[in-house]
């Protein structure tokens, strides 16, 4: 791997017009080709977060900053300090949008653009700890800015929804929940909203942040601390549905993106889950048993050639997981033109809390 350019403090969220829209803490910011910067706004902030914004450790430990975003149409969406902001970009107009019942908001938001037998819009299903299996919602934007529940699994289903996937070969959405026992699941949705059907569940090859359609089925990654990560490939055949292993990884996968030729997973290193001393959770540095490595690494699947490769790893540091946050690589979430890799590291020995740009070749 060679590092072109590292983006000091800059964390990357989706492309738009060949430019790489970022943050900086509650900043938005612009990167053209060649990595010349633009400033184009900033999101609400007080006294307390200009001061911990100044340190990443301390910007770690509190959990601010910009967490997941998305480009649709003539909007940018955010979400920020347990709500969402947009921005309309012909008017350059910041509104607030949605408060989230619980949690910072979603793992990833979803367009829906033009897909057989839905509604075009943006969606994104609730994320957070919710032990207790509360009921989980996902969400809508309508024509007047309002994000409005359209789906709503009942009590007792699952904890929260990492993702919803949209899959143009099937006419259907998936969404991957987790994360404990029968919470542990894939589910796939029809017809707007109007047949929902749980496909596999409890089982922890099951637990999946991220997925990638094809016509052979569901390539999907594992995200469980418990036992041994892999990539698989998820087949529903009529009543017959199957998930064969295609490539063993080192640690749990929260995040990927589609590249012009790559499919690019990372995978994260997380620690152990302390059931009876929660405590421990905050404090301890030690993986979890389903973590071969206390490293991050990135991985690149060749649509072409259907072949993995490891290109590149990133070593954890030895800050507690519970207080100052995982191991891990996160990337844009859109899908890029282009086979370059902007990875924003967290947790590692070095690069932390910066974007490393890249090129593979096919």
């Given at each position: 791997m060679i590092v072109t350019k590292i983006l000091k403090r800059i964390k990357p969220h989706f492309l738009f017009n060949q430019k790489i829209i970022c943050s900086k803490n509650n900043k938005i910011i612009e990167y053209d080709e060649k990595n010349n910067s633009n400033f184009l706004f900033e999101l609400q902030s007080n006294w307390f977060d200009r001061i911990f914004f100044k340190s990443k450790i301390l910007s770690r430990?509190?959990?601010?900053?910009?967490?997941?975003?998305?480009?649709?149409?003539?909007?940018?969406?955010?979400?920020?300090?347990?709500?969402?902001?947009?921005?309309?970009?012909?008017?350059?107009?910041?509104?607030?949008?949605?408060?989230?019942?619980?949690?910072?908001?979603?793992?990833?938001?979803?367009?829906?653009?033009?897909?057989?037998?839905?509604?075009?819009?943006?969606?994104?299903?609730e994320y957070f700890g919710n032990n207790q299996r509360k009921e989980i919602n996902i969400y809508k934007r309508n024509e007047h800015s309002d994000w409005k529940i359209i789906y709503t699994f009942k009590k007792g289903t699952l904890n929260h929804i990492h993702s919803i996937i949209v899959d143009r070969y099937r006419d259907c959405l998936w969404v991957l929940a987790g994360d404990f026992e029968y919470s542990s699941s894939i589910w796939k949705i029809r017809n707007n909203f109007k047949l929902v059907e749980k496909i596999v569940f409890d089982d922890q090859i099951y637990r999946s942040c991220y997925a990638y359609p094809t016509k052979d089925g569901l390539i999907y990654a594992t995200d469980t601390q418990f036992i041994?990560?892999?990539?698989?490939?998820?087949?529903?055949?009529?009543?017959?549905?199957?998930?064969?292993?295609?490539?063993?990884?080192?640690?749990?996968?929260?995040?990927?993106?589609?590249l012009k030729d790559y499919i690019i997973f990372s995978t994260s290193t997380e620690p152990k889950h302390h059931v009876k001393n929660k405590f421990l959770m905050y404090f301890d540095?030690?993986?979890?048993?389903?973590?071969?490595?206390?490293?991050?690494?990135?991985?690149?699947?060749?649509?072409?050639?259907?072949?993995?490769?490891?290109?590149?790893?990133?070593?954890?540091?030895?800050?507690?997981?519970?207080?100052?946050?995982?191991?891990?690589?996160?990337?844009?979430?859109?899908?890029?033109?282009?086979?370059?890799?902007?990875?924003?590291?967290?947790?590692?020995?070095?690069?932390?809390?910066?974007?490393?740009?890249?090129?593979?070749?096919p």
């Open positions: 430990l509190l959990r601010i900053g910009i967490r997941s975003s998305i480009h649709y149409k003539n909007n940018f969406f955010f979400s920020y300090k347990k709500s969402i902001y947009s921005y309309e970009i012909k008017k350059k107009l910041i509104s607030h949008e949605h408060n989230f019942r619980y949690g910072r908001g979603p793992l990833n938001f979803t367009v829906i653009d033009n897909l057989n037998n839905f509604e075009d819009g943006v969606i994104f299903g041994e990560n892999s990539i698989r490939l998820l087949k529903v055949n009529n009543e017959s549905v199957t998930s064969e292993e295609m490539f063993k990884i080192n640690g749990t996968c929260i995040y990927a993106c589609e540095n030690r993986p979890g048993r389903g973590i071969k490595d206390n490293k991050s690494d990135i991985i690149a699947f060749n649509k072409k050639s259907k072949n993995f490769s490891i290109i590149a790893s990133l070593k954890k540091d030895c800050l507690p997981y519970g207080l100052f946050g995982i191991g891990t690589i996160m990337f844009p979430n859109n899908t890029q033109t282009i086979n370059t890799i902007y990875a924003f590291t967290s947790g590692s020995k070095i690069n932390d809390q910066d974007t490393m740009i890249f090129n593979i070749k």
